[in-house]
């Protein structure tokens, strides 16, 4: 039997290509998939082989949230939950305009807000489920100074600590919190945003001399979010090729 039979899988972002790759990853390990993102994820849905529904939600509505996790939660269960939508955008610290307020504002509400409020919701399932999983997909720029990447950076750093927050609090109902860090993941916004020489220079620093694939960060959501994880509560998984240990 898969490890994830007869569990339930909730998924941000699942439209983009690590979303994908972790839907078909969990798919084929038996779980059953609510697919949530800002667009319509029905045809991915309809693509894999599990039980698996649809669920458009903006994540920068905490009020969308608050109203969309409890149905999810009533229809299909929720097992596991995989905080994996982000917003991305990067510009220099000095830039302070009002544009750049409202990029920062954006991007905290989307990948800190976001999480937290959707683990808290989420959190009566988790709590029903004895063995509730919940992982949090941050980013090498959370743990290390990268150029341009004071907003980005910066939530993501916010995440890993909720993450820990979230595993000392929630520990005592049978629920783990993890994150992965993650380099640069090869999806297709990636491919655009990384091609040329800045790409190549960036891999020249990564001592394994390449980006991730979104089947490797899949892989590792797998993991922390199987039962042979269960003794690992609070971690921040790298997942950026020794770039953060140089």
């Known amino acids: 039997m898969a490890e994830f039979t007869g569990l339930s899988v909730l998924i941000t972002g699942a439209a983009g290509g690590i979303g994908r790759a972790m839907a078909e990853a969990f798919a084929a390990e038996g779980a059953r998939l609510a697919l949530v993102d800002i667009s319509d994820a029905s045809d991915l849905a309809s693509e894999l082989p599990s039980d698996r529904r649809a669920y458009e939600l903006d994540l920068s ?32 610290a000095e830039e302070s305009g009002a544009a750049r307020i409202a990029d920062w504002d954006r991007t905290m509400n989307i990948n800190l807000r976001a999480p937290w409020l959707m683990s808290a919701a989420a959190l009566p399932w988790l709590k029903r489920s004895g063995r509730g999983r919940i992982v949090n997909i941050s980013s090498q720029a959370g743990v290390i100074a990268l150029t341009d990447h004071v ?13 820990k927050v979230l595993a000392v609090e929630w520990a005592k ?10 380099t640069v993941v090869e999806t297709p916004m990636a491919a655009i945003g990384w091609a040329g020489e800045k790409g190549e220079q960036a891999k020249r620093e990564i001592p394994v001399g390449r980006f991730a694939q979104p089947s490797e960060i899949a892989a590792a959501a797998l993991y922390l979010a199987s039962s042979g994880a269960s003794i690992v509560n609070g971690a921040v998984l790298m997942a950026d090729g020794g770039y953060s240990v140089r």
């Open 61 to 92: 509505d905490g009020e969308a949230i608050a109203r969309t996790v409890p149905v999810i939660g009533e229809e299909m269960g929720i097992d596991v939950l995989i905080n994996n939508a982000g917003f991305g955008i990067v510009f220099p």
């Open 173 to 182: 109902f049978g629920i783990t919190v993890n994150a992965i860090a993650p």
């Open 151 to 163: 907003a980005y950076g910066a939530s993501k750093a916010g995440l890993n600590l909720v993450t």
